[in-house]
């Protein structure tokens, strides 16, 4: 008991140190932003979360992983607050499970002979819990970019028979279909931005598929980059782009349709067979006990 009493009022203590901490930085924070003509309000949660990923140990659990940053550049967070975002749930997750699990021992499982498995279990569980959230969010992100491509194109060439070019059609998408395309409408956006600063749009684009990782991103990416230098003589390219794109969806779906169809019929065996044989071969063979047994 005094063991507990004395790792609650050391958890209260460092609570209050940090709680003072991530308001100074808050503050900081927020006169740098004024100054710079920003209002931007900061809630006291992510202050903290903030301020647990701008650690040294936050950054170095980012740093050294490769597949972390990879996915991170996939779904978007690119920037250095939603990557100290990520740190501090990298660090939070297994120190939060830590904590409880061993709360839980203190408190209703005191008898236990080999306490420290179950803590480290939830260290490591804490600890691969942001990861493959991560991984789940990155692959989901690329699933709605293979489907928002199939509407991006056909809007694409509406706006370059217009008479639009490359960069004019990207920044209508970015500003007007934030509802039909909310994926690449606001990766187009990161890529205008970058343009905007002096950056060439081709280079941006190339940089975006390769982060992206999605093979039809990357090939309209390609179609793109032709357009920009051959002019609407890729155009028939894009035309063919989007047919050969159907193409896929038809055939994926012909292959989840099939796999789905076996599936079914595997059920249909496991359920309905033996069904099926007590109905027909049943009273064949109950006579045939019946006959065997009158002899």
């Known amino acids: 008991m005094v063991l507990l009493m004395s790792a609650m009022l050391f958890a209260a203590a460092a609570f209050l140190l940090l709680s003072n901490l991530a308001r100074q930085r808050r503050n900081e924070r927020q006169v740098a932003l004024r100054l710079k003509g920003q209002m931007i309000r900061e809630s006291r949660i992510g202050s903290w979360l903030r301020l647990l990923g701008d650690t040294r140990l936050g950054q170095r659990s980012i740093s050294l992983d490769t597949e972390t940053q990879i996915l991170l550049n996939r779904i978007g967070w690119r920037r250095a607050s939603k990557r ?25 499982f005191t008898d236990l002979q080999q306490p420290f498995i179950a803590p480290i279990f939830a260290l490591g569980v804490g600890y691969l819990i942001p990861k493959r959230a991560l991984a789940a969010f990155a692959k989901y992100r690329q699933k709605q970019v293979v489907v928002e491509i199939s509407t991006f194109i056909p809007l694409l060439r509406i706006l370059f028979e217009s008479g639009m070019a490359v960069e004019q059609a990207l920044r209508v998408l970015s500003n007007e279909g934030k509802e039909l395309l909310p994926v690449l ?84 065996m496991v359920f309905l067979f033996p069904a099926l044989l007590i109905v027909l071969a049943g009273p064949g063979f109950t006579a045939i006990g019946h006959a065997l047994g009158g002899r």
């Open 84 to 108: 100290s975002l990520y740190a501090a749930c990298q660090i939070g997750v297994p120190i939060g499970l830590f904590s409880v699990v061993v709360l839980v021992q203190v408190l209703f």
């Open 185 to 268: 409408s606001e990766e187009i956006r990161v890529i205008l931005i970058r343009v905007d600063s002096g950056l060439e749009l081709g280079e941006e684009l190339r940089k975006s598929a390769t982060l992206l990782a999605v093979d039809e991103f990357s090939d309209t990416c390609v179609i793109l980059n032709q357009l920009i230098h051959q002019g609407g003589g890729a155009l028939r390219s894009l035309l063919a782009l989007k047919q050969l794109l159907d193409d896929r969806r038809l055939t994926r779906l012909q292959e989840y349709i099939s796999k789905l169809s076996a599936k079914m019929s595997v059920v249909m």
